[in-house]
């Protein structure tokens, strides 16, 4: 079933609109057209309207917080929420400055379908304690309640990714294992999923169980992907991303 689904994402090849950052935006097209996806990353607010409205999903992240990219991902996201697109938000390094704070603030006065962060920006958004390193995820007790008190917080979805991910709405919680130690070590997987995750919201079922699929998805290539080798993953994983899915569907299936 699962691996039905993601065929036909496949054929459809849904365009997924990404304002990523200066740092990861190839890994992320990359990684989207791997997928069988169709990957846009636009530039200018005056072609946000235009570009939203071809777009199948919205993915947005504040990874470069400068003047010209907030009003980009200002333009975006009203888009979205007008055009009634899924959107996704990835609150990169919330913790790390006041500028980043404000501007999810703003961001997340409206509604979003999913937040996808990892232990430390999920505990900023659920709004308690939290040890994040700059990009990097600190040490955070209790995941599955913060993933869940975020998500309660911002009625919207959750995906808190780590060691193990947690997939949440606010009143069902999914801890999904999968994932390579390597994954942390490479910049943009957690924006690659951010992406990925909004390109599964346009699967023909429930969000929750598409942002659960997907996650899973991508754990389970994130795991095929390791051959010991830092610097074989990246180019790894968009070959396990771009093979049929059969491949490791059993993986998938077996996750849930
Ligand atoms: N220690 C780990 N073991 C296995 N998978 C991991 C580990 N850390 C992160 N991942 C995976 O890496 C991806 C990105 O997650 P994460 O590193 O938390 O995001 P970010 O890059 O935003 O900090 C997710 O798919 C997650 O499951
Ligand atoms: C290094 C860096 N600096 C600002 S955004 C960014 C990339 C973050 O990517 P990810 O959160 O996926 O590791
Ligand atoms: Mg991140």
């Keep these: 079933m699962e691996v039905q689904l993601i065929t036909s994402l496949q054929q459809r090849r849904p365009l997924v609109l990404a304002v990523t950052n200066f740092i990861t935006a190839g890994a992320v097209a990359n990684c989207l057209s791997a997928a069988g996806m169709s990957p846009l990353m636009p530039s200018d607010p005056a072609e946000a309207a235009e570009l ?3 777009a199948d999903a919205v993915v947005v992240n504040i990874g470069s917080v400068g003047a010209e990219q907030a009003a980009l991902l200002r333009a975006v996201v009203t888009a979205a929420r007008q055009l009634k697109k899924p959107l996704v938000l990835d609150p990169v390094a919330v913790g790390a400055s006041q ?3 404000q501007l999810i603030t703003e961001l997340l006065a409206g509604p979003v379908t999913l937040i996808r962060g990892n232990a430390s920006e999920i505990a900023v958004l659920a709004g308690a304690a939290s040890h994040g390193h700059g990009i990097d995820a600190g040490d955070e007790p209790n995941l599955a309640q913060v993933a869940a008190a975020c998500a309660k917080r911002h009625a919207c979805l959750v995906v808190l990714s780590g060691p193990v991910d947690y997939v949440s709405d606010g009143q069902h919680t999914k801890a999904l294992p999968g994932g390579s130690p390597l994954m942390p070590k490479v910049v943009g997987t957690g924006d690659m999923l951010s992406a990925f995750l909004a390109g599964c919201l346009t699967l023909p079922m429930a969000p929750l169980a598409a942002a ?8 389970q290539a994130g795991v095929q992907a390791d051959d010991g080798q830092l610097g074989h993953w990246l180019s790894n994983f968009l070959t396990v991303l771009a093979q049929a899915p059969h491949d490791f569907g059993k993986a998938v299936q077996t996750n849930d």
């Design 99 to 101: 500028a980043r704070r």
């Design 52 to 54: 939203v409205a071809l």
């Design 212 to 219: 659960e699929l997907g996650t899973a998805y991508f754990g």
